[in-house]
């Protein structure tokens, strides 16, 4: 079983920053892609960043040059830097991690989501 602990939401001014972590734990054998989503009142969850084992990333267009995914391996954690906040990027903030583990013997794939950290941008 996987846990995964979020942390850096909060409350930030529109053109302010904040930081997300991610940090994976529990049975994993390793972690191929990380990504983060968001869900805004009223909206679908969609996809806000994504980085895969090799460091390929993907950012939804509304986020382009302002937020940057990263990932330690070693700790098994990813992060979002988000500046030029606005206030629609008020959302809860879900990371997704998809991993490997090994159970009898056998590789098996599987994905785990974090409880979600809400940040709100308002002044």
């Known amino acids: 079983q996987v846990q995964l602990v979020e942390s850096g939401g909060g409350l930030v001014q529109p053109g302010g920053s904040l930081r997300l972590s991610c940090a994976a734990s529990?049975?994993?054998?390793?972690?191929?892609?990380m990504g983060w989503y968001r869900q805004a009142p009223g909206k679908e969850r969609e996809l806000v960043a994504s980085i895969t084992s090799s460091d390929s990333t993907h950012y939804a267009d509304s986020v382009k040059g302002r937020f940057t995914i990263s990932r330690d391996n070693a700790k098994n954690t990813v992060y979002l830097q988000m500046n030029s906040l606005k206030p629609e990027d008020t959302a809860v903030y879900y990371c997704?991690?998809?991993?490997?583990?090994?159970?009898?013997?056998?590789?098996?794939?599987?994905?785990?989501w974090g409880p979600g950290t809400l940040v709100t941008v308002s002044s």
């Open positions: 529990g049975t994993i054998s390793s972690i191929n892609a």
């Open positions: 997704n991690v998809e991993y490997f583990y090994y159970i009898l013997g056998i590789t098996k794939a599987s994905a785990a």
